[in-house]
C-alpha cells in the first residue's frame, strides 16, 4: 500500500505565497519523478511542475518564475513552493509520484487527495 499526503494549501490574497508539501509512505522501493498538477473548476486537469530523482525540473508556462518545487528523497517528499500567486492559480493542487514498491515491481503512479488553493484578488 502507497498513499500520498498533502497539506499546506489554504486561501490566501494575490500576490501571496503558498508552500505545499507531499509525503509518500508505505511499502515503497523506489520513486522516480514526483510532480504536482492542478485541476481547476471545469477544467481538465494539468501539470504545474515536476522533479525527477536526480533534481531536472520542469515547469508549466505559467507558473514559471513563481513556483519551485524540490524534494528530499530521504523524506520522500516533494515541495511546492508558490510566490507572486493570481488569482488564475486558484485550483485543487494534486501531487504525483512515480513509485515501485519492489525491485521487481512495475513503476506504478500515484496521486494524493488534493488540497486546495483558493487565490482571491
Known amino acids: 500500500q502507497v498513499q500520498l499526503v498533502e497539506s499546506g494549501g489554504g486561501s490566501v490574497q494575490s500576490g501571496g505565497s503558498l508552500r505545499l508539501s507531499c509525503a509518500a509512505s508505505?511499502?515503497?522501493?523506489?520513486?522516480?519523478?514526483m510532480g504536482w498538477y492542478r485541476q481547476a473548476p471545469g477544467k481538465q486537469r494539468e501539470l504545474v511542475a515536476q522533479?525527477?530523482?536526480?533534481?531536472?525540473?520542469n515547469y508549466a508556462d505559467s507558473v514559471k518564475g513563481r513556483f519551485t518545487v524540490s524534494r528530499d528523497n530521504a523524506k520522500n517528499m516533494v515541495y511546492l513552493q508558490m510566490n507572486s500567486l493570481k488569482p488564475e492559480d486558484t485550483a485543487v493542487y494534486y501531487c504525483?509520484?512515480?513509485?515501485?514498491?519492489?525491485?521487481?515491481?512495475?513503476?506504478?503512479?500515484?496521486w494524493g487527495q488534493g488540497t486546495q488553493v483558493t487565490v482571491s484578488s
Open positions: 504525483k509520484a512515480l513509485i515501485r514498491r519492489s525491485s521487481g515491481d512495475y513503476l506504478g503512479q500515484y
Open positions: 508505505g511499502s515503497i522501493f523506489s520513486i522516480n519523478a
Open positions: 522533479i525527477t530523482t536526480g533534481g531536472s525540473t
